[in-house]
């Protein structure tokens, strides 16, 4: 038969392990719900990171598009004064020649 010195530890100490327990079960919900929380705003970061990438592609093609009508616009123009000085040499030759 086992004393009553050597109950009574037993009894406190299974008493202890449920609080511990529960303690441990406490904390790990609290990490759960903060790695959570984390993880749904590193996922939004994400998010407006990706808007962000896709905001300066639109930029850089809209630049791309624009460079693209300048520099055909330029070249409109080198022709555009090439046959104009063309024109006006021909012309200055008809007004010597008469």
Request: proline share 3%.
């Amino acid at each position: 038969m086992p004393s009553q010195e050597n109950t009574r530890p037993i009894e406190e100490h299974l008493q202890v392990i449920p609080y511990e327990l529960e303690i441990i079960k406490q904390d790990f919900a609290k990490k759960e719900f903060r790695m959570r929380k984390e993880d749904r705003a590193a996922r939004r970061g994400k998010v407006c990171l990706g808007l962000d990438v896709d905001i300066h592609k639109l930029e850089a093609e809209k630049l791309r598009k624009g460079k693209n009508k300048a520099e055909e616009d330029l070249d409109s123009l080198k022709i555009y004064y090439k046959n104009l000085r063309m024109s006006i040499r021909t012309a200055d030759l008809g007004k010597t020649s008469e």
